[in-house]
């Protein structure tokens, strides 16, 4: 159940001569009048014409917001480990190249999600990402 308000769905119809009435097209030409063959088809401009550009837009969108997510938490899982590794050579506590590789891990983890078109879930996974190495940063 999406909610759209414009939805196709037809009212459920218990009358089966109601039925028979519905199908019926109220734009056909009864069988005794001719059909000027002059008078273009509206229809056939409509259909000959130009594909759905909404479909192509929403499309495009949903493909800018995967690579988007997917190329955003590979930088910040990249970002991560680095960080880790610097950390890993200096004194520091322990606990902050763990903070900042488990951040990079969860933003790895965003970067898949983003890639497979789960794209809220991975913005929500880059945020905490960058929260958990923001934290190991304040450990330092």
Same mark, same amino acid.
Do not use: H, K, N
């Given at each position: 159940? =999406?909610?759209?308000? +414009? =939805?196709?769905?037809? #009212?459920?119809?218990?009358? %089966?001569?109601? $039925?028979? $009435?519905?199908?019926?097209? #109220? +734009?056909? @030409? %009864?069988? +005794?009048? #001719?059909?000027?063959?002059?008078?273009? +088809?509206?229809?056939?401009?409509?259909?000959?014409?130009? %594909?759905?550009?909404?479909?192509?837009?929403?499309?495009? !969108?949903? *493909?800018?917001?995967?690579?988007?997510? &997917? !190329?955003?938490?590979? @930088?910040?899982? /990249?970002?991560?480990?680095? &960080?880790?590794?610097? *950390? /890993?050579?200096? =004194?520091? #506590?322990? /606990?902050? %190249?763990?903070?900042?590789?488990?951040?990079? $891990?969860?933003?790895?983890?965003? &970067? @898949?999600?983003? =890639?497979?078109?789960?794209?809220?879930?991975? /913005?929500?996974?880059?945020?905490?990402? &960058?929260? @958990?190495? $923001?934290?190991?940063?304040?450990?330092?």
């Amino acid at each position: 159940m =999406s909610g759209r308000a +414009d =939805s196709d769905t037809d #009212p459920e119809i218990t009358d %089966p001569g109601a $039925a028979a $009435a519905q199908d019926t097209e #109220p +734009d056909a @030409v %009864p069988d +005794d009048e #001719p059909i000027d063959a002059d008078e273009p +088809d509206d229809d056939a401009e409509l259909d000959a014409g130009e %594909p759905d550009d909404d479909a192509d837009d929403a499309a495009e !969108g949903a *493909r800018r917001a995967r690579w988007t997510a &997917a !190329g955003t938490g590979t @930088v910040l899982a /990249l970002a991560g480990l680095a &960080a880790a590794l610097l *950390r /890993l050579t200096r =004194s520091a #506590p322990a /606990l902050v %190249p763990a903070a900042y590789a488990g951040g990079a $891990a969860v933003c790895a983890g965003a &970067a @898949v999600l983003g =890639s497979r078109g789960r794209t809220r879930r991975a /913005l929500w996974l880059l945020i905490a990402g &960058a929260m @958990v190495m $923001a934290l190991g940063d304040q450990f330092d």
